[in-house]
């Protein structure tokens, strides 16, 4: 019998079929935050990196993006930027790389601005249409202050990138709170089966689970869920350790030894499944819970501690999981159980005693946000949802505390205030790309300080006509900000290491200018994907994104993310 | 002031659109070898270079091949376009959907970027013999199967002749999943291979066939269920076509009726897709970091503008993960001497000598260090099993019931011949203690 199939009820519409690849990474939810944003990448220099991150935005379907170049087309465009035609020679770079970026996504709005950067900036509320900001070096820094300083106080996170020959960094500046609920941790991590703290309907569900366990036929007693199987033998084990779980490994190994024993091997099959998942569970399903500090760092955090009638309901949710935490020594249990070897009803029994638990947690963690709510006498209540999305995710949330990132300012130097201790240490990493940070570092202020005709106009690109001596330049500028910052941090750092460091610098500068300014189209393509997947994780409020500084080398192949 | 090329190639008008790729090839740098002389000649040599692409990362690796100044670009795709393409392949539109991939993409590149010229085959890469991979400086490749990837890694092992330099192909290859990915440059025989990589990509268990006929406990048990048994059971003379939104929509209704009956809740229609067709997660960004960095290292390797990964004794493989922070481990991958593609020893297989020939075909599949579907297995002096032809099939299926100590002695070596691989594999089947 086939019959006919009936007409297709859960049939995806076209925006889920077009989307399917990625909803299966950030969901509907993730999506429609995409949609709702809107773009402004400030585009300079090459200005391909800025136009690669938006490929990768508009592709996955931002709602809106504007470009401000004011650049006008010309020859070398062509031989590197991909959104860019011949007929276009002589236009505004903005106008055109926008028309095609809109191409690839007829669902995306775009929209260009060809007015300079020093005027655009200077109008009120200029910033206020976008959700977030790209701007790309070189760029005078006292706008990129001013701007960065702008998109502070209205909260837009901004993202400053720079991407010249082999090398690239983007530093993002996140709100000074930037909680994340939804961080996606690896499924393998998350299992939290609270076996050395039965509550009592899992261990009554055990008790009839292992009921004459010795006694059960072959096809029972391979069938034992392995979970029931371990609190059973817990329970064997306490009988003759004083009450005590396995307390080290040495205890553990011994515990796994005793489950061991309780497989048969006379069935059918010479062994059981579900032993064997019970045997390979005991190292590390027997730890006490213990609270991730980064979680206790939300716990800890003065906005937490301090609700008021206008926190937003993230702290609301946090502090009521905190006393939660408090009251009862465990966050609230997260309800999922992973596949394991069981009949199909004893398995759906189990999933409903944790789903039961976890239901129960929600609801006292919901009725202390309700009396909070009250307490602060706030209007508008927390959505049910995002309370339990906060429970299932208590373990694994994180806040990121976004901060300016460096804006050289002529005369003045580098701060690295409480990073200097860090940044030093980095200094003779070798696995650490702080000095070719150093070395962008040391390009702005090159930049900043030189004008190209030497009357104070167009900033001057280091390498862009005699590289050798620039670089002496450069190199001159790093090694300052490599001793201010051993001074600033008040340490020393002794030979060779100082002086290798020192050289190490004066390579990756010579590296730089070696590409006079000139964008490499794959280093910009990889770092626009760098850039657009942190984008997408700013805007949906999902995964963790790099906090605050990334760095790559494309000699190397090789990445840093450091925080300053 | 030392002579610039690249400021004096600004009079050359046809060379002023490469200006800044020009910089980097016209300057040494600190990391080139000395006695490496950028100009002209570099500049000439890339454009010279014939370079073959091909695989679900195409269009990012098209785009990245010409605008690093290749000329001579040859791409092979089978597939069409389908509307699930358009979030991350963006030489596609809407109205391309159903067209040859490989041909809209080689003509989009090449309008878009002048002088270049790509030549598309729309097929398999192994309707390609020797001769064909032969003319061709490097391979950079992002393909989505690992069949594949294996099949092209075998054939530049094999076209490698010491007599002849001009025969060493290397091998760049990048792969992703959702935020996470890698990119790996093999020199054939001189650096570890695929092959000799292959366990780090462990295919998923597959779940045993007893628990979605008798104990499904997850959705996608029923929906393996619907996938494998039903299907078979009630609808065997229609092929199973898994881009026919009926026969998902038939699976999804028959595993929905399943879970009902086991009380399994969270059955979907786009869970019965990914179960079904094996979705793996895909976005612009990932691709678009993985194959930039397989065009950096070709760009690398065929100007020596730097050093490039996958020197002997040096770095061979980047691995990516975006998901958390951003994070790569680069690292020096070492090549096997039991390699079956790249090595000369049998590779020892651990196995239990009381399971039967069938159990141990069955548990190559699954094998990281195998991986082989459908195998072919002698010793030196006699046939174990043939998949084909059908009269030397039928004369060795009775020894898929014997036990494997009834035909090989412990530490035997045995061949291992798959459809899908032109190479025989050596293994030496140990017996567990
Ligand atoms: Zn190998």
């Known amino acids: ?99 095609l970026l809109k191409e690839l996504n007829p669902d995306v709005q775009g ?327 150093i070395a962008f570092l040391a390009f702005d202020i090159f930049t900043s300080t030189h004008s190209a005709d030497a009357l104070g106009g167009a900033a001057k690109i280091p390498g862009e006509i005699d590289a050798e001596a620039d670089t002496e330049k450069v190199t001159g500028i790093a090694f300052k900000i490599i001793d201010d910052l051993i001074k600033e ?24 200018v070696r590409a006079g300014g000139a964008e490499l189209h794959n280093i910009a393509a990889l770092t626009g994907g760098l850039v657009s997947q942190e984008v997408i994780k700013a805007i949906t409020k999902q995964y963790v994104p790099v906090d605050n500084t990334c760095i790559f080398d494309g000699v190397r192949s090789k990445t840093s993310v450091l925080r300053f | 002031m030392a002579a610039d090329p690249a400021h004096m190639n600004g009079a050359d008008p046809q060379r002023l659109r490469w200006k800044y790729l020009d910089k980097i090839l016209s300057r040494p740098g600190p990391f080139t070898d000395p006695d490496w002389e950028p100009g002209e000649a570099v500049i000439e040599g890339l454009s010279r270079a014939k370079i073959f692409g091909a695989g679900g990362l195409g269009c990012e690796i098209l785009k990245n091949l010409a605008l690093s100044g290749f000329k001579d670009i040859h791409v092979i795709d089978m597939d069409t376009i389908d509307v699930s393409n358009l979030n991350r392949q963006f030489l596609f539109r809407h109205a391309d959907v159903g067209k040859y991939k490989a041909d809209v993409a080689a003509r989009f590149v090449e309008k878009r970027v002048k002088g270049v010229k790509i030549t598309p085959y729309c097929g398999k890469i192994q309707d390609k013999d020797d001769d064909y991979y032969m003319q061709f400086a490097m391979v950079v490749c992002g393909l989505d199967s690992i069949e594949a990837r294996r099949w092209i ?80 059971e009630e609808r065997k003379d229609i092929t199973l076509d898994t881009d026919d939104p009926e026969h998902i929509t038939w699976l999804f209704q028959k595993a929905l009726k399943r879970a009902q009956e086991f009380n399994i809740s969270g059955v979907t229609y786009s869970m019965t897709q990914g179960v079904v067709k094996n979705i793996i997660p895909a976005i612009a960004s990932t691709n678009a970091i993985v194959a930039a960095s397989c065009c950096n290292e070709a760009f690398k390797l065929a100007t020596n503008s730097n050093p490039f990964l996958g020197i002997p004794e040096t770095d061979n493989y980047m691995m990516y993960t975006g998901d958390e922070s951003v994070y790569t481990y680069t690292f020096q991958h070492m090549k096997k001497p039991d390699c079956p593609v790249c090595g000369n020893l049998a590779k020892n297989l651990e196995v239990d000598s009381k399971s039967t020939l069938q159990e141990f075909i069955d548990s190559l599949a699954e094998r990281p260090e195998a991986q082989l579907k459908k195998p072919t297995i002698r010793t030196e002096a006699k046939s174990l099993y043939y998949q084909s032809p059908p009269a030397l099939e039928e004369q060795t299926r009775p020894n898929l019931s014997k036990t494997l100590s009834e035909l090989v002695s412990d530490g035997e070596e045995v061949a291992i011949q798959d459809p899908a691989f032109q190479i025989a594999f050596k293994f030496k089947l140990v017996f567990k203690k």
Request: charge should be negative; charged fraction near 25%.
């Open chain 2, 153 to 232: 890694n075998a054939t530049l092992v094999g076209l490698f002749n010491e007599e002849d330099p001009d025969s060493l192909k290397p091998l760049i290859d990048g792969g992703t999943e959702g935020f996470k990915g890698q990119a790996r440059v093999v020199f054939p025989t001189m650096t570890s291979c695929i092959e000799c990589q292959l366990d780090m990509h462990a295919p998923r268990a597959a779940v045993p066939l007893c628990t979605l006929a008798t104990i499904p406990r997850q959705p996608q048990h029923c929906i393996e269920w619907a996938h494998i048994i039903a299907w078979e």
């Open chain 1, 489 to 512: 941090a008040g340490t020393v750092v002794e030979d060779p290491d100082y002086s290798e460091a020192k050289s190490k610098a004066g390579e990756f500068v010579q590296e730089i």
């Open chain 1, 1 to 99: 019998m086939t019959g006919t199939t009936p007409p297709i009820l859960h049939g995806p519409t076209s925006k889920e079929k077009k989307y399917d690849r990625q909803l299966r990474l950030w969901a509907a939810s993730g999506q429609a935050a995409l949609e709702e944003s809107h773009i402004l990448l400030i585009n300079s220099g090459p200005g391909v990196v800025g136009v690669e991150t938006l490929k990768n935005l508009v592709l996955p379907g931002i709602g809106n993006f504007t470009i401000l170049d004011s650049t006008i087309v010309s020859e070398e465009d062509l031989g590197v930027n991909f959104f860019l035609e011949e007929e276009q020679l002589g236009g505004f770079r903005a106008e055109h790389t926008c028309n």
């Open chain 1, 111 to 437: 929209s260009y601005i060809t007015e300079p950067i020093e005027s655009f900036i200077l109008k009120a509320d200029a910033l206020k249409p976008y959700t977030l900001i790209l701007v790309t070096a070189p760029i005078a820094q006292e706008l990129l202050s001013k701007l960065s300083a702008n998109a502070e106080t209205a909260a837009i996170p901004t993202f400053y990138i720079h991407c010249t020959g082999f090398y690239s960094h983007f530093s993002i500046h996140l709100p000074p709170a930037f909680p994340i609920v939804d961080t996606h941790p690896d499924p393998e991590t998350t299992t939290d089966l609270r076996l050395l703290a039965p509550w009592p309907e899992l261990s009554q569900y055990t008790a009839e689970k292992t009921k004459g366990l010795t006694e059960m036929n072959h096809h029972d007693h391979g069938h034992v869920p392995y979970l029931c199987l371990l609190l059973y033998y817990l329970e064997e084990w306490k009988k003759t350790h004083d009450g005590k779980v396995p307390q080290n490994y040495k205890e553990k190994t011994a515990f796994r030894q005793t489950v061991a024993q309780g497989a048969r091997s006379d069935n059918a099959e010479g062994g059981e499944e579900n032993y064997d998942e019970a045997v390979a569970a005991v190292l590390k399903s027997l730890n006490p819970a213990e609270v991730k500090s980064s979680v206790k760092e939300v716990f800890n955090a003065p906005e937490c501690k301090l609700l008021t009638a206008d926190s937003p309901d993230f702290w609301l949710i946090a502090n009521a999981i905190w006393t939660f935490y408090v009251a009862h020594d465990a966050l609230p249990l997260p309800g999922s159980v992973p596949d394991m070897k069981a009949q199909s009803a004893d398995y759906v029994q189990l999933q409903n005693v944790y789903k039961s638990k976890a239901r129960s947690d929600l609801a006292e963690v919901l009725q202390r946000v309700r009396e909070l709510e009250k307490k602060l006498g706030r209007t508008k209540a927390a959505e049910e949802k995002e309370v339990e999305l906060f429970c299932k995710n208590a373990a694994h949330i994180k806040l990121v505390r976004g901060r300016p990132f460096h804006v050289v300012q002529s005369g003045k130097g580098v701060k690295w205030e409480d990073r200097a201790k860090a940044a030093v240490q980095g200094l003779t990493n070798p696995d650490s790309l702080i000095l070719i940070y």
